[in-house]
C-alpha cells in the first residue's frame, strides 16, 4: 500500500469545471495503471476514466468529451480535469493505482455539481 493524496473537490455549478489532483506520498515501481473511480450513496463504484503507462486512456461513455485525464512521474501523480459538469457528476472520487505489487486507493473527493 501507498499513501495517495487527493485534493480539488468542491462545490461547482452546473456547466462549470473542477480539477482533482492525486499524488503518491512514495514511488511506485513501474509500470502502473493510475485511474479515478466516483461512488454515489447506494451504488457501487464506477471506473470514471484510466491511464495505463503507455498513455493509453479510457473513458466511461458518460464522461467522454468532457473530462480528461492525465498523470505525471516525479511523483506518481494523476489528474482529472472536469469541464461541463452535470448534477448527475455528483459523486465522491476516488483515484487508484495498481501496479503489479501493489494497489491503492486515495480517500475520496467529494465532488457537487449544483443545477
Known amino acids: 500500500q501507498v499513501e495517495l493524496v487527493e485534493s480539488g473537490g468542491g462545490l461547482v455549478q452546473a456547466g462549470g469545471s473542477l480539477t482533482l489532483s492525486c499524488a503518491a506520498a512514495a514511488v511506485i515501481s513501474r509500470p502502473y495503471t493510475r485511474a479515478w473511480y466516483r461512488q454515489v450513496p447506494g451504488k457501487q463504484r464506477e471506473l470514471v476514466a484510466s491511464l495505463t503507462d503507455d498513455g493509453t486512456s479510457i473513458y466511461v461513455d458518460s464522461v467522454k468529451g468532457r473530462f480528461t485525464i492525465s498523470g505525471d512521474n516525479h511523483p506518481s501523480s494523476v489528474f482529472l480535469q472536469m469541464d461541463s459538469l452535470k448534477p448527475e457528476d455528483t459523486a465522491v472520487y476516488y483515484c487508484?493505482?495498481?501496479?503489479?505489487?501493489?494497489?491503492?486507493w486515495g480517500r475520496g473527493s467529494q465532488v457537487t455539481v449544483s443545477s
Open positions: 487508484n493505482f495498481k501496479s503489479l505489487t501493489i494497489e491503492s
